[in-house]
């Protein structure tokens, strides 16, 4: 590997930035030339390509987004389109790709690596930490860390009113930003894609509470709980229980922005390095993860959606420290 390219593809999340500057840092560091390429696949198939020095990643380690520019492309879906995203690469000398995404785009990389002869890596980037093969993905902890800090400020509202405030945070197939934000903020109840939502259940409860006179109450929900999220919640709570004063709350994309955590800078930081190791050493077409706080590798094909296990005695925690 001489010249490698480096994008950011699929949804946006927060160290971005970090693993970008970590990846063309460190190529320059092994004497290879590093090219940027813009908005994921369709700055391959259109050919917005670019050189970058060391210089073209100064201050950004701190900043959410992404200066590459992320989106989703529909001609990287069709051969013709890869094809003509190989050309633009060829025709420039690069011969290895770190994609930073999610599974989506490392089901992109996966093609492309089998129909071309440009090696892959792939680093997990996304906020949902919904990926198989890694402990971390770039993203997660800004966006749970961005979760508390609104519930908290929700939390302040909710006790001058009594209120029972409903929030719904991301999370369409996994629950990690519910479960972790809805413990570090004491919720009452977290309802999560993972497990079945026991609507009956969490009615009893808060009508339980009602009688005790304990009126301010906090239920984090998923975007994918399997009742249909907050306003769902909300709804049918609000049907059972009229007397209580109910507020929803979606928190919604500022759950994505804002300036990543020292944790999301570090694993980027380290991921990054790694993709570029590890195309050096002709280990690629895997996703570099960390397992056990040691880097993982997983194939692409391996690096697919994963529900990771919800550990019960979580849910059990949940049930007695919210009581
Ligand atoms: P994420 O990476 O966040 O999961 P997407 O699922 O939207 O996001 O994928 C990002 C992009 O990766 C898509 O817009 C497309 O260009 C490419 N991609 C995803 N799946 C495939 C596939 N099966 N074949 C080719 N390209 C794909």
Redesign the pocket.
């Known amino acids: 590997v001489t010249r490698i390219g480096v994008l950011t ?3 946006d999340s927060p160290g971005m930035n970090a693993a970008v500057r970590a990846v063309v840092r460190t190529g320059l560091f092994h004497g290879l030339e590093v090219y940027g390429i813009m908005r ?2 369709s700055g391959m198939v259109e050919d917005d390509i670019f050189k970058m020095e060391s210089r073209s990643v100064a201050n950004i380690i701190q900043r959410g987004g992404t200066v590459l520019k992320t ?4 001609e ?2 069709e051969y013709e389109g ?1 094809k003509k995203a190989y050309e633009n690469l060829k025709k420039r000398g690069i011969n290895g790709l770190v994609v930073i ?8 990389a996966l ?1 492309f690596s089998q129909e071309f002869d440009i090696p892959c890596i792939g680093l997990p980037g ?1 906020i949902d930490k919904d990926i198989a093969g890694t402990d971390f993905t770039i993203g997660f902890d800004t966006a749970v860390n961005t979760a508390v800090e609104a519930i908290d400020k929700i939390r302040d509202t909710a006790d001058a009113h009594d209120r029972l405030f409903i929030i719904e945070v991301m999370g369409r197939d996994a629950g990690y930003i519910a479960l972790h934000s809805g413990i570090a903020t004491g919720a009452e109840h977290i309802l999560i894609p993972e497990r079945k939502t026991d609507i009956d259940a969490v009615v009893s409860s808060l009508q339980e509470k009602e009688k005790r006179k304990k009126l301010v109450n906090l239920i984090v929900v998923a975007e994918g709980d399997e009742f249909g999220g907050g306003e769902e919640v909300a709804k049918h709570v609000k049907a059972k229980l009229p007397n209580v004063d109910t507020r929803v709350c979606i928190l919604g994309h500022i759950q994505r922005g804002g300036s990543p955590t020292c944790l999301d800078r570090l694993i980027a930081s380290r991921m990054g390095y790694h993709a570029v190791e590890s195309l050096m050493t002709n280990r690629y077409n895997v996703m570099v993860g960390i397992q056990n706080n040691k880097m993982h590798y997983t194939p692409l094909e391996n690096a697919v959606k994963a529900k990771q296990k919800i550990n019960e005695e979580w849910m059990k925690i949940v049930k007695i420290l919210a009581s």
């Open positions: 593809s699929g949804g994921g696949y989106a989703r492309c529909k990287f879906f890869r995404g999610g599974d989506g785009s490392f089901n992109g093609k996304t």
